[in-house]
């Protein structure tokens, strides 16, 4: 059967067979299709093994090995490096010393005695479920359908209806070795079944090949679907029918690029967070039923679900017609919510806290919903806030899946707890990467699509930023954002001289973000004329540009700023030619002693919004930058009687370091202001080698 309608089969012949005498390279195969499908599993959840036979480092003896995905990795993107191999003999010999429930972490450390591969990764807490199965090849998933079936009111008899004696069924249990034992007794009770159903988790099944434990985990949630949405058309409706109408699409965007802000401040009380924002269909059908009232606060069912989501969403009672562009009205409605819902995580946490268990997190919802608008995430990062939002829809899907068949149930809040504030979970937060300077901070850097701009917006990157970039050429912004990772920068077309492009692409910036933290002012073009020559459209377009749309990015980003209520960075792009008055520069000139002075004024200004205003003064960069491709460098090279191929070093001779300056150097003096000078504003650096005439003082 290759012919599925709930799944897809992805399993490729001739790449298969290229890896055929590598098994553990055909189970990464394996691992890294059945990632490729959110249906089947989701960004980080579940985890999937081999077992081969090697030869013993030490005796030259054949031992059996078992490589499964290590602990914090992703079967979609499993890599030689992610996974652990162990003696399966080794880790077997375990039982012999196991004292029981009470002796859960002290097993998982004595899994690092079973190490076969010295560049393991270091074993997930699933590692023994693998091992104390007999089958080579073991597929632990997460699949909507399997984790709806687990979920159901009566899960085992609705196993039973399904699968028949096909299928295993073992309660829930927090995961590792004597959920192990309970998945090998099963098999012993139940000789010649497929697979097992996990309570409230989702399933384990294997086969003799690769490909055969693959089709293994098609078939079954192929068989799962299939027989949920049979029971869903027999119901007749999905929950409890539609309570209200979603607004059309481009209000709901327009809503919730306007709250992002809002939520996003509310959101960091504690730690700033980015956002992320979904209307899809699955997501409308359940906020906008009447039945979202009773299912949302019962929480997710599937550990993997609430480690990312937290155990229940912040469901606002805003009516979807609210006007919300009023902030401070709004800030006046939601802000009881996010309090409650703080308060209400606190009594979760004291009343099911443990002795020994880690401090309180970070008690602010994760997941947010607005009915009849969408549903928002925010988090540490992008891909966290959009992981998030993912795993939600998972587990809309399987209240879906589970009221279908019987009714919905979640896990006690106990038991949910004890796996949030688990110390070996703590240990894996605590074994994260530090975060980099820029991290959680989203910048918007005009002018973006090359020079000056893009360098910019590479170094904001490189150290943690998200970043928009805007240009009026598409065609360079589409070439430029190709050169960022996934979750990293977006671009919006923008001309700077018109307010409603300039909102459109704060709008972006909001939905893909939640918000912004950095904007730069980068768009520039430089005309060098005499004044005789200078022609009256010369002066429109430079004070459009470099000044009107100055003006028009702090209006509306730093109205953004304010209503995130978390500060931020205007940083404007002048020139030395602000400060000093040099020869055939009236209009670049002007406009740049203008970008500089109404610098000082917003900074002035805004400083009590925490918000810090500086100038970044440039000269003399000609290599890669855009502005010296047109008239610019003919004009300058005429101007001090050169050619234009002498320019960069000219430039680079008449300043006190004899450098030439680039793009990048520009690039650091923003990145200094926005990370490291945090207590000045009001500020001009320049960086131009060292020019005398311009020095500010």
Request: net charge neutral.
């Amino acid at each position: 059967m290759k012919n599925f309608k709930y799944v897809d089969y992805l399993w490729d012949e001739k790449k298969a067979a290229a890896l055929k005498d590598d098994q553990v390279a055909l189970f990464l195969y394996r691992s890294n299709i059945l990632g490729a499908d959110l249906r089947i599993t989701n960004f980080g959840g579940g985890n999937t093994s081999c077992k081969t036979i090697e030869k013993d480092p030490l005796t030259g003896e054949e031992v059996e090995v078992m490589w499964v995905k290590g602990s914090g990795g992703d079967i979609g993107t499993l890599t030689r490096s992610g996974i652990a191999g162990l003696y399966v003999k080794r880790l077997r010999d375990l039982k012999a010393i196991y004292k029981g429930i009470h002796d859960e972490d002290r097993m998982v450390a004595l899994y690092n005695h079973c190490i076969y591969d010295l560049d393991s990764k270091a074993p997930s807490i699933d590692t023994a479920l693998h091992g104390l199965l007999p089958f080579k090849h073991i597929d632990h998933l997460h699949p909507d359908a399997l984790i709806a079936v687990a979920a159901a009111k009566d899960s085992e008899k609705v196993t039973k209806e399904i699968w028949g004696d096909k299928m295993g069924w073992v309660p829930w249990q927090r995961p590792g070795f004597d959920l192990a034992m309970k998945l090998e007794e099963c098999l012993t009770n139940n000789p010649g079944i497929k697979g097992i159903v996990l309570g409230s988790h989702g399933i384990f099944n294997w086969g003799d090949t690769s490909y055969e434990c693959y089709m293994s985990s098609l078939e079954i949630i192929e068989e799962a679907s299939t027989y949920i949405e049979k029971k869903t058309k027999e119901k007749g409706s999905v929950f409890g029918g539609q309570k209200i109408k979603s607004l059309p699409k481009t209000e709901r965007l327009d809503k919730a690029a306007e709250l992002m802000p809002l939520l996003r401040g509310l959101c960091s009380s504690e730690n700033r967070m980015l956002g992320h924002f979904s209307d899809n269909d699955i997501i409308m059908e359940y906020i906008n039923s009447n039945d979202l009232e009773r299912l949302a606060p019962m929480g997710t069912s599937c550990p993997d679900h609430f480690l990312r989501t937290k155990i229940m969403p912040l469901v606002l009672t805003l009516d979807p017609n609210e006007d919300v562009s009023n902030s401070k009205t709004i800030l006046k409605k939601l802000a009881p919510a996010f309090e409650s819902y703080r308060k209400d995580y606190a009594a979760y946490y004291n009343s099911c806290k443990k002795d020994n268990s880690p401090a309180i997190r970070d008690p602010n919802p994760v997941i947010i919903i607005y009915p009849g608008v969408g549903m928002f995430s925010f988090a540490k990062n992008k891909q966290t806030a959009r992981v998030a939002n993912e795993f939600y829809v998972n587990a809309i899907n399987v209240m879906r899946g589970a009221e279908a068949l019987t009714s919905y149930t979640s896990l006690p809040r106990q038991e949910a707890f004890d796996i949030e504030y688990w110390l070996l979970e703590e240990a894996k937060l605590q074994r994260q990467p530090k975060e980099k300077p820029l991290s959680r901070k989203v910048a918007l850097v005009s002018g973006g699509g090359g020079g000056i701009g893009k360098a910019i917006a590479d170094k904001l990157a490189a150290e943690g930023a998200n970043i928009v970039l805007t240009d009026i050429v598409e065609e360079r912004l589409v070439e430029a954002v190709a050169t960022f990772g996934k979750d990293v920068a977006t671009y919006a077309v923008c001309d700077v001289t018109n307010a409603d492009s300039v909102k459109a692409a704060f709008k972006k910036a909001c939905l893909e973000f939640g918000g912004v933290d950095i904007i730069v002012h980068s768009a520039g073009l430089s005309i060098s004329k005499p004044l005789g020559e200078h022609e009256e459209k010369d002066w429109d377009i430079l004070q459009d540009v470099l000044v009107k749309g100055q003006f028009l990015l702090a209006k509306h980003g730093i109205a953004i700023m304010q209503n995130q209520n978390m500060g931020g960075d205007f940083i404007s792009i002048a020139s030395k030619n602000g400060l000093f008055a040099g020869p055939n520069n009236v209009g670049y000139g002007t406009a740049k002693a203008a970008q500089q002075h109404m610098a000082r004024l917003l900074a002035a200004e805004l400083g009590g919004s925490g918000i810090r205003v500086n100038v970044i003064n440039p000269d003399g960069v000609i290599v890669g930058s855009k502005i010296w491709e047109g008239d610019w460098a003919e004009g300058r090279a005429k101007t001090y009687g050169i050619t234009v191929e002498e320019l960069p070093q000219f430039y680079a001779n008449r300043n006190l370091l004899k450098q030439i300056i680039y793009p990048a150097d520009i690039a650091n003096g923003v990145f200094s202001l926005v990370a490291i000078l945090n207590k000045t504003t009001g500020n001009i650096i320049n960086v131009d080698g060292g020019m005398p005439v311009a020095f500010v003082r």
